[in-house]
């Protein structure tokens, strides 16, 4: 059962509201370091504090009151000058805002949070009473000591209990009144760390009062108490919930009582046909209403699409923290500049794209800026600039990670995936400038001259365009050697409608993402040259593979395919061989949950009720491996 019983509505809207507030809290702590004097951010970080523990007390959180009240303290004499905004205490409240998001998780789990870190909780009351930071670090050390006890040094022969077992020992003392008998002596005593875990602090008669100010502790609280087992569903899935604006939903309602209204119109001219009348003035009243209802839909279907989409300054508020801390880490000077906070996107993509551009901003900071002492020798300011940009383009998303340091070289990550064995020779002879940047997604591959928890084991980036493609978006590299690097993710506005070319295999029709089209061409004999044993085609000056559609699905050739569709699948440009067109449609997608057959992407429904397969193009190409390849006489032999 949960600690929250009766309150899980209540809960959830905290965790919704304070998690936003946090957010932005941790992006003016950022905005802080540059501007210390600001009074307009020290007022702000300060009614945030205040704001999650108000929340918090309703709840009954004691912990999470505490940590906030002692943050909300030191904010209130910075922000009345009685301290200054120092580097260190900046770590102290930064440390301080991570252990708040700690008790969120434990708040998401239906349980009270336990209290936070000893060395912390004194680092605050130090600083929160103006003594400089060397004596916070002192005293915080010495609470923690405190904490997990004295060091127990016992002769040599007495075992130590283990963490979480009872002292066996001290307890036959305390019921005998003699000691333990000593086992086989030991070379050397035995001596307890400090690092043994407790499971809760010992609670001090008279209350620290600071905290008795704040909130008083009660009965009731248990510190570290675990999470429910058998939680309610809505709980556990309380991230599908969405935020909608009052006016975007009356606008729906408006639409529906419109598409109401027609429905009734229809059915009046319905009885009418049905009587007989089907004189010139009925089938024209019948075109118009069927003309309203389509536009209608059409305005609904867009309504509703709306009410999915979700400003992606939702997901940026988070990144400047992030590059600072890592910035910092490195001895780094960074500033994440955002740009276009107010797009809009799909919240599912939202969430899909959060751990892709954290690699990318890492990789940024880790991999593209360079240390001061570089910059220096670069002619370049100390501080780097990273732009985290999003803007809107036709129907497309386009997401920007642009830095200001050293670039890319391709010659050299030619010669690193080389070296790797990521490429052959002949393979890297044949790559042009685009190509090579390219190579940092391969599996494997990467640029780090060590491993650190960072970066170089040759997987983030990989994963980075893994999951862009599952999106149906596709990401670019733009860089030059000594100016800076520039990453471009291109992605649908929503997953929920796709534009789909539908292609034919016999009668049978498929579709494939129109953004991956570049254009339609006919295929004739005339233009087929084999190189290497396959089929190409030469498409403004670029020699590119036919991949018959048959192949990739492994069907049966019915006819010589007539047309080619050149389509980019990531670094991979193609030609699909197909037999026909049926058209091209904004497709509504059904995922597939329970089964999905190995290269579909899920199906859509046409007017006429037939059910079609959305082809999911990198995963076909890959499952197919050689057999997607044919010569050109194996391509145009009879049937």
């Not at 955002?338 to 996107?345: C, K, S």
């Not at 020798?377 to 497309?396: C, F, I, M, T, Y």
Request: charged share 25%; net charge negative.
């Amino acid at each position: 059962m949960s600690d929250f019983a009766g309150m899980e509505d209540l809960l959830q809207d905290f965790l919704v509201e304070a998690g936003d507030l946090l957010s932005d809290v941790d992006n003016k702590l950022v905005e802080l370091e540059h501007s210390p004097e600001d009074p307009g951010l020290l007022n702000d970080i300060f009614r945030g504090f205040h704001t999650i523990k108000g929340g918090a007390g309703f709840l009954g959180a004691a912990e999470l009151v505490t940590l906030c009240h002692l943050t909300e303290s030191l904010f209130d004499r910075l922000r009345k000058h009685e301290l200054e905004v120092t580097p260190e205490r900046m770590d102290v409240i930064l440390s301080a805002t991570g252990a708040v998001r700690d008790m969120f998780v434990d708040l998401g789990r239906g349980s009270r949070p336990g209290p936070a870190a000893p060395d912390l909780l004194e680092a605050l009351r130090i600083a929160v009473a103006g003594q400089p930071v060397a004596t916070a670090q002192a005293a915080a050390a010495q609470a923690a000591a405190a904490v997990a006890g004295p060091a127990d040094v016992r002769p040599a022969g007495v075992v130590l209990p283990r963490p979480g077992e009872p002292d066996w020992d001290a307890l036959y003392a305390a019921v005998t009144g003699v000691a333990a008998p000593a086992g086989p002596a030991a070379a050397a005593p035995i001596v307890r760390p400090a690092t043994v875990p407790v499971s809760a602090p010992p609670v001090p008669a008279v209350a620290d009062p600071v905290i008795a100010a704040a909130f008083g502790r009660r009965a009731g609280d248990v510190p570290g108490a675990s999470a429910p087992v058998g939680r309610r569903e809505g709980e556990r899935q309380r991230d599908n919930s969405i935020r909608v604006d009052t006016a975007r939903l009356d606008q729906v309602l408006n639409l529906s009582g419109e598409i109401g209204l027609t429905k009734n119109r229809l059915n009046a001219l319905r009885s009418d046909i049905l009587a007989g009348r089907t004189d010139t003035e009925t089938l024209q009243a019948l075109d118009v209403a069927v003309s309203q209802l389509d536009l209608l839909v059409s305005d609904l279907q867009n309504a509703v699409m709306k009410t999915r989409m979700q400003p992606i300054g939702r997901l940026f508020h988070k990144y400047p923290r992030i590059a600072r801390d890592l910035a910092r880490n490195l001895g780094k000077e960074v500033e994440l500049a955002l740009v276009g906070e107010d797009t809009e996107i799909d919240k599912t993509m939202v969430e899909d794209l959060s751990d892709p551009i954290i690699h990318l901003i890492r990789n940024a900071v880790d991999h593209g800026i360079e240390d001061p002492a570089g910059r220096a020798a670069a002619g370049k300011p100390a501080k780097s600039v990273l732009r985290l940009e999003a803007r809107q383009e036709g129907d497309h998303i386009v997401i920007t990670v642009a830095d200001d340091g050293r670039g890319m070289d391709a010659e050299r990550l030619r010669a690193k995936a080389l070296a790797q064995g990521v490429i052959t020779a002949e393979e890297a002879s044949t790559l042009d400038e685009r190509q090579s940047y390219d190579l940092i997604f391969l599996p494997g591959f990467s640029t780090a001259e060590k491993v650190s928890d960072v970066s170089g084991r040759g997987v983030g980036m990989d994963v980075v365009r893994t999951n862009i493609q599952k999106l149906n978006g596709s990401i670019e590299i733009q860089s030059q050697l000594g100016k800076g690097t520039t990453l471009l993710i291109h992605l649908p506005l929503t997953l929920a409608i796709l534009p789909v070319l539908l292609v034919r295999l016999g009668e049978q029709p498929f579709a494939v993402p129109l953004s991956m089209v570049r254009e339609i061409l006919p295929i004739e004999p005339g233009g087929i040259q084999d190189v290497g044993g396959k089929a190409t085609m030469v498409v403004r000056g670029e020699v590119l593979p036919i991949v018959p559609l048959s192949a990739l699905l492994g069907w049966p050739r019915e006819a010589v395919p007539q047309y080619g569709v050149v389509m980019q699948s990531g670094a991979s440009v193609f030609i699909l061989a197909i037999d026909s067109f049926a058209g091209r449609e904004d497709a509504v997608i059904k995922s597939l949950e329970v089964f999905r057959p190995k290269g579909v992407a899920g199906v859509t429904t046409l007017a006429n009720g037939q059910i079609v397969l959305i082809l999911d193009m990198k995963e076909l190409l890959e499952s197919a491996g050689e057999r997607r390849s044919v010569s050109r006489s194996t391509l145009f032999e009879a049937v």
